[in-house]
């Protein structure tokens, strides 16, 4: 069962580290906030991709901070499951701000 979608303003203080995180603009709410978030999440989703594609899109558990490379455990289900998540999470909320349902990853 999926979890319902939460809505309400965004804290001051979390409003800030996406500012810092993601270059989310100031004042931005509602859709606007919506979307800015799903771009930064698309950022996210196809950063991953560039990382994968070279190892025919298998994962390893870690990113090395140095040169990017693919480090640690293979194919561990739960890195497959949280990427699986986040692409339900953003087709869910696509149709909420008015976006495409799909992103390239």
Known sequence: QAAAATT???DKDTYALLQQAYSIDA???GAA??????GAGDGVLMRIRKHVEADDFHMKEQLS???GSQT???DLTWGYANILKAMKARKDASAAVGLAS???V
């Open 8 to 10: 309400g303003a965004v």
């Open 27 to 29: 004042g931005l709410t």
């Open 33 to 38: 906030l919506g979307k800015a978030l799903m």
């Open 65 to 67: 901070r140095t040169d």
């Open 72 to 74: 640690s455990a293979k």
């Open 102 to 104: 799909s992103v390239i």
